[in-house]
């Protein structure tokens, strides 16, 4: 979970530091890290 958290933070730095383009299709597949991150999280518990 904590490696894939990270993903996050590379997305954020990505964005204002280096202005990355696509920041759209970037972000959907963000969402869809982020949806699998809770479905390990409820099947966890």
Same mark, same amino acid.
């Given at each position: 979970m #904590?490696?894939? *958290?990270? #993903? !996050? #933070?590379?997305?954020?730095? *990505?964005?204002?530091? &280096?202005?990355?383009?696509?920041?759209?299709?970037?972000?959907?597949?963000?969402a869809? #890290?982020?949806? *699998?991150?809770? &479905?390990?999280? !409820?099947?966890?518990?």
């Open positions: #904590v490696r894939r *958290g990270s #993903v !996050i #933070v590379s997305f954020m730095l *990505g964005a204002l530091l &280096f202005h990355e383009k696509n920041l759209k299709a970037k972000a959907l597949d963000l869809l #890290v982020l949806a *699998g991150m809770v &479905f390990l999280w !409820i099947g966890s518990r």
